[in-house]
């Protein structure tokens, strides 16, 4: 159980164009989802969290107007890169909570992350 | 404010051996603690999570992990290592109290196995 689906695992694409990653939970609806950012060798970075029906919160540093959120349903979130540039190439990974009450404990379920590079 | 440290960024051990890799955390409340592992080019699996239940915490494929609150530590534990355990490792604190949850991730440790 508790499977989190990202689509596309793999984007090559030119310098301007936008980019849109799917995440999807299968098997549970989720309340929250978040997106992250890694790069190589390095931890994952918190980007926006993504509450169903609302808009995202994005972490301090983060452009909303580069990065949009949507959570259209409590099962989808999209991440959508826009006029991606060759600093945006990295490793997204969005991950989803189910609904849980409010409780922190509950774990995050990840996605198996987009690597975007641009060209 | 909530952070995660973890000693080493890479950790090597023989197969068979124990694992052990370290986490620190702090917390101005009580923390909800995670470990994750991730494959090469893959997201995040959770082996297992601290809830303020059994503080002895028992996860996926054989690892473990104790909280100790005077240690303010969560170090993860497996007695014996298996090739296929080579990945890195993440330990995690939930960063706020509330319904949001965040995860603050330590840097991650490398784990390697020799055979």
Redesign the interface.
Known sequence: GAV?S?HPSRVICKSGTSVKIECRSLDFQAT?M?WYRQFPK???M?MA?SNEGSKA?YEQGVEKDKFLINHASLTLSTLTVTSAHPEDSS?Y???A?AQSG????????????T?LSIL | AQSVTQLGSHVSVSEGALVLLRCNYSSSVPPYLFWYVQYPNQGLQLLLKYTSAATLVKGINGFEAEFKKSETSFHLTKPSAHMSDAAEYFCAVSGYGGSQGNLIFGKGTKLSVKP
């Open positions: 989190v990202q929250t978040f390095q931890s994952l918190l969290t919160t490793f990974i969005c991950s909570r409010g409780n922190s404990n509950q774990p995050q379920h990840f996605g198996d992350g690597r």
